[in-house]
């Protein structure tokens, strides 16, 4: 028997962690609706979430997400803007910018100083406290690029997505440069 689909197994997983959360918040679905409620009344979009709140759901889960939070993060991001869509879904349509999650609680290694993180605390979710005494020029990053036909004015738009390393996305690559031709073959320019 051939094995599934390495794709195809992430997505079961994702899929599985979203119904997985989603059902965490039904559970405690009052609690979450004030939380909820009373964060868009004051136009945050974050909302809080404890970490000690993660052992109802599964025992050990708190560890698992300071661990590898980009597994853990996004699937609980779309199960909450789920049950806002759910719950009220007025609210959905009038979100701004997308619902994250203010993770607080006790980080225990994972909370250090500026001069704590090191190369094996990549990748992992990290509590930094201290206070900032200089700052340095930083090379902006692009993080989304529009192309448009470069003959024609007809409408079309090409947009490519740019990542890198510090993405909050799972397999995240830098994906090459900019595209010089669409599915079609006609010549793209970058719309400016």
Not at 20 to 38: T, V
Not at 114 to 120: I, K, L, T
Request: net charge negative; with cysteine.
């Amino acid at each position: 028997m051939a094995e599934a689909d390495p794709g195809m197994r992430q997505k079961e997983e994702d899929e599985h962690k979203v119904r997985m959360f989603s059902e965490f918040l039904h559970n405690n679905r009052d609690a979450w609706e004030k939380r909820i409620d009373r964060e868009l009344a004051n136009d945050r979009f974050r909302i809080p979430l404890e970490l000690s709140e993660l052992s109802q759901i599964e025992p050990g889960l708190e560890s698992k997400l300071l661990q590898d939070p980009v597994k853990y993060l996004l699937p609980f991001e779309e199960a909450l803007l789920n049950f806002l869509g759910e719950t009220d879904d007025k609210a959905v349509k009038k979100l701004k910018q997308p619902l994250k999650l203010d993770v607080t609680g006790s980080f225990g290694r994972n909370h250090v100083t500026p001069r704590g993180v090191n190369a094996s605390t990549i990748g992992k979710l990290m509590c930094v406290e201290g206070i900032v005494t200089k700052c340095g020029v930083v090379t902006p990053s692009l993080v989304q690029s529009m192309h448009v036909h470069k003959d024609e004015d007809d409408g079309h738009i090409t947009s490519r997505d740019h990542r890198d390393g510090t993405s909050l996305i799972s397999g995240a690559s830098g994906g090459g440069g900019f595209p010089a031709f669409d599915g079609e073959g006609k010549a793209l320019m970058m719309d400016v």
